[in-house]
């Protein structure tokens, strides 16, 4: 486990199935982006012209504001370790299919567990430059509370800015972490190995996701995604993708 604080992951996260983890990390992320709604909905009397000699409405200032409100520093610990942990279930399962001990690539790891927060710190970064340019037009146009307010309802109203947003990178770092940790554990295993792209089919599965279907690279050969016109190492190919990569010997090909 990604070891950056105080351990606060509860012991029967790791008894989660990877899909369990993911819709932990989604709802993190939904309670994180509603806490910062009410906390924004409240400083905003704070920059009614009104009340501006209690504190000056400047672009520095709310962008202060802004940022502290919107960071997502309170669910930093919590976000890394549980893609850690669904790291570690992608290695085990490897392991278990292969029925040997591999070992655990924990730098590799803790990077995987930063890329997926960064992500979280660009959506945090995006929603806060929004806000502030609506804010300050609308101050500037003289609106009181009740118009501030409504502007930044109307940015969480904005799906793909926020909770759609928020999910989508929950679910595909998700997915980028499991596989990841299965390549990853396979390149390390020594062992003459392949892999190759399997496809999760039912209504929503999409056309790039049935075309990389049964593909089948060496260890250190990409996928080729002729649908998006992009080489991948393995899953995720794009946002919200449900593929995974099956490890084989190579001398069953």
């Not at 759609?164 to 998700?174: D, K, M, N």
Request: proline share 4%.
């Amino acid at each position: 486990m990604v070891t950056t604080g105080d351990p606060i992951v509860p012991k029967e996260f790791e008894t989660l199935s990877p899909l369990g983890l993911e819709n932990k990390l989604v709802k993190i992320l939904d309670e994180w982006l509603e806490e910062a709604l009410k906390g924004i909905l409240n400083i905003i009397p704070e920059y009614h012209r009104g009340r501006v000699s209690l504190k000056a409405f400047t672009t520095r200032n709310l962008i202060n504001d802004l940022n502290t409100l919107l960071h997502p520093r309170r669910i930093e610990e919590v976000f890394k370790n549980i893609v850690a942990i669904l790291f570690d279930k992608g290695h085990e399962s490897l392991e278990k299919e292969l029925k040997i001990n591999i070992a655990h690539n924990k730098p590799f790891r803790n990077i995987v567990a930063t890329q997926a927060f960064g992500k979280v710190q660009d959506l945090s970064e995006d929603i806060a430059i929004k806000l502030r340019e609506d804010l300050l037009e609308g101050w500037q146009a003289g609106e009181g509370i009740t118009e501030l307010k409504a502007r930044v309802k109307k940015v969480w109203g904005d799906k793909n800015l926020t909770d759609a947003r928020a999910e989508t990178i929950a679910r595909t770092e998700s997915v980028f972490a499991y596989n990841g940790a299965r390549l990853q554990a396979a390149k390390d295993s020594s062992l003459s190995l392949v892999k190759k792209w399997k496809a999760t089919f039912d209504s929503r599965t999409a056309k790039d996701s049935k075309k990389l279907d049964g593909q089948t690279r060496s260890l250190d050969d990409e996928f080729y995604d002729e649908v998006n016109n992009k080489y991948v190492s393995h899953p995720p190919n794009r946002p919200n993708c449900r593929c995974r990569i099956d490890i084989i010997p190579s001398s069953l090909i």
